[in-house]
């Protein structure tokens, strides 16, 4: 079965940085597209970062130019860069698989992030 572990969140202060990891494991990796989500308090869960299959890359508009998001196919992991981290990015961050036809989405458990001083 599929499984994604997150791990790297962690309480930081307002500009800081935080690297963010997912292990992925059950599947056939390279062909899914892969993606961070977060999810803050009162908030709908939102896109934050993906990469695709073929490396292309989509960002939220609030996170272009400070977050960065990578894939090693071998090692199964998706990374997520976070730069100049602000308050209100502060919540649970989720990575995802997605199957190359976007029909099936996994989750993993979620990683917390808090952006405080």
């Known amino acids: 079965q599929v499984q994604l572990v997150e791990s790297g969140g962690d309480l930081v202060e307002p500009g800081g940085s935080l690297r963010l990891s997912c292990q992925a494991s059950?599947?056939?990796?390279?062909?899914?597209?892969l993606s961070w989500h977060r999810q803050s308090p009162g908030n709908q869960r939102e896109l934050v970062a993906e990469i695709t299959s073929n490396y292309s890359t989509i960002f939220a508009d609030s996170v272009k130019d400070r977050f960065t998001i990578s894939r090693d196919n071998a090692a199964k992991t998706v990374t997520l860069q976070m730069n100049r981290l602000k308050p209100e990015e502060t919540g649970v961050y989720y990575c995802?698989?997605?199957?190359?036809?976007?029909?099936?989405?996994?989750w993993g458990q979620g990683t917390q992030v808090a952006v405080s001083s």
């Open positions: 059950g599947l056939t990796f390279i062909p899914y597209h």
């Open positions: 995802s698989v997605q199957t190359p036809n976007r029909i099936r989405t996994f």
